[in-house]
């Protein structure tokens, strides 16, 4: 009964060493996650999710942790390794929230509603990025973002088994290659503000021109104020989809040619 009650003490040690690895890794890229990891959730319900998606991570990828269970000297490197993948991986889908803070920060500077509408919320930035971010956010939940974000963490130990600690030189190419991403997305997430931008800066150029006693300044900030939030409500909903749709990509094959 003793020697039973050993054997069921091992594998129950061995059981949580390796929950707690994943936990590392887990816990590393809650820190990225879109919505369920934005500091306006409380840390503790933080750390229920990060436990939730431990367990629905960990039956699909116990098994690679044989090795540092065979050997117990490799126990603290791979734990190193597995918080590094992590925490990589978390900046990375950081990123994505970043493209949305960066693209409704351009479309309110090109409208000229940054300073009418600014305000603050966990990060100073304009009331468009504001409504880009929670709306995006919003509707990837509703899209089972928690099911795509629990498959692309079971995706990373197939580029990144148990035990591997990510290179510098592959991290570095990685992340410089979705921070230009991340730009480029930003960027076309602001595109309609920025092309009406242009225009109305032209416009209001040749009617200074054709008429410099008109203050044309007075006549066209109105113009430009209400331009940009009939843009807003036309263009808000599209941008949210493209950006879902980037995001769904990304965590589909999340470390690319890897």
């Given at each position: 009964m003793i020697e039973q009650l050993a054997a069921l003490l091992d594998l129950s040690q061995d059981a949580l060493l390796v929950a707690f690895a994943v936990f590392l890794r887990v816990g590393g890229a809650q820190i990225g996650f879109p919505a369920f990891g934005h500091e306006a959730i409380p840390p503790r319900i933080r750390l229920v999710i990060a436990f939730a998606f431990t367990l629905v991570v960990l039956p699909m990828v116990g098994p690679t942790f044989a090795p540092m269970l065979e050997n117990r000297a490799r126990v603290i490197p791979i734990l190193i390794g597995e918080l590094a993948t992590g925490l990589a991986f978390g900046l990375v889908l950081r990123l994505f929230i970043l493209a949305l803070q960066t693209a409704g920060t351009i479309a309110a500077q090109a409208t000229s509603l940054s300073q009418l509408f600014g305000g603050s919320a966990g990060e100073p930035q304009?009331?468009?990025?504001?409504l880009l971010t929670y709306g995006a956010l919003a509707f990837a939940v509703m899209m089972d973002l928690h099911v795509h974000l629990a498959q692309a963490i079971i995706e990373t130990y197939d580029a990144l088994p148990?035990?591997?600690?990510?290179?510098?030189g592959d991290v570095k190419v990685w992340g410089l290659m979705n921070i230009s991403k991340t730009f480029a997305l930003a960027f076309t997430l602001a595109a309609p503000f920025l092309v009406a931008s242009v225009i109305y800066n032209v416009a209001l150029g040749a009617i200074n021109k054709a008429m410099p006693q008109l203050m044309v300044a007075m006549v066209g900030a109105p113009a430009i104020t209400a331009g940009g939030l009939i843009l807003l409500a036309i263009c808000l909903p599209s941008a949210i989809v493209i950006w879902h749709q980037r995001l769904t990509s990304f965590l589909s094959n999340p470390f690319g040619g890897w």
């Open positions: 304009p009331v468009i990025g504001h148990a035990g591997t600690l990510p290179q510098a």
